[in-house]
């Protein structure tokens, strides 16, 4: 297992067009994360999983976004009608409890 | 609540001097702090963690970073830049599971 996975890379899609990311975590690792960061800023947390319950949700950045993971392996982000605002680049983490967490390479989102 | 600060948007060093980059956070608990690097293109890395054992800490690529409480600050510092460190760097704050980002600190390694 060489690290965190996250696909697309890059995605351009049309202003009210859903989206759906993927994370493949390392194998091991039981809490799995999901991020924002846009540019100049630091990664902006919105939503966490331990195997596959989702313990933390509020911090998604409305309705249109949702997350999920069916089987506590890989996780999958939507956003739903999406707008410009979105454009963004879209970070996946996984980690053991109590401990580091390790980060994929992004998806990169353009909403055009 | 948490929040940490990055006190310098832009650190620009020549390679062979030292690095310094600060930090100073806020939280309600003793939390659980981080250094993260993100070169171009690449995915963040820690470079080293602090969780409330020694408060000196020391990470990789010759990074280190002290915990002080009465100051509430966790600056990030090198005895020597290299040019591969120019990079963001960003100072995180951890109380629990969900981690909060400062806005991180572009190093810029002149030759």
């Known amino acids: 297992d060489t690290g965190v996975s996250q696909d697309p890379r890059h995605k351009i899609t049309k202003r009210g067009q859903n989206v759906t990311f993927r994370c493949d975590p390392i194998?091991?690792?039981?809490?799995l994360y999901w991020y924002r960061q846009t540019l100049g800023q630091g990664p902006e947390f919105l939503t966490y999983?331990?195997?596959?319950?989702?313990?933390?949700k509020s911090r998604l950045l409305s309705d249109r976004f949702s997350a999920e993971r069916p089987k506590g392996s890989f996780s999958t982000l939507e956003i739903q009608r999406t707008e410009q605002g979105d454009s963004a680049m879209y970070l996946c983490?996984?980690?053991?409890?109590?401990?580091?967490?390790?980060f994929g390479p992004g998806t990169r989102l353009t909403v055009t | 609540a948490q929040s940490v600060t990055q006190l310098d948007s832009h650190v620009s060093v020549s390679e062979g001097t030292p690095v310094l980059l600060r930090c100073n956070y806020s939280?309600?608990?003793?939390?659980?702090l981080f250094w993260y690097v993100q070169h171009p293109n690449k995915g963040l890395q820690l470079l080293l963690k602090?969780?409330?054992?020694?408060?000196l800490v020391k990470g990789i690529n010759g990074f280190e970073a002290e915990f002080k409480k009465s100051e509430t600050s966790f600056h990030l510092t090198k005895p020597s830049a290299h040019m591969s460190d120019a990079a963001e760097y960003f100072c995180?704050?951890?109380?629990?599971?969900?981690?909060?980002f400062g806005r991180g600190t572009s190093l810029i390694v002149h030759p």
């Open positions: 983490a996984s980690s053991l409890p109590v401990d580091e967490q390790y």
């Open positions: 194998s091991e690792h039981n809490r």
């Open positions: 999983f331990q195997n596959e319950a989702q313990l933390e």
């Open positions: 939280s309600s608990y003793s939390p659980s």
């Open positions: 602090y969780t409330s054992a020694a408060t």
């Open positions: 995180v704050v951890s109380l629990g599971y969900i981690p909060t």
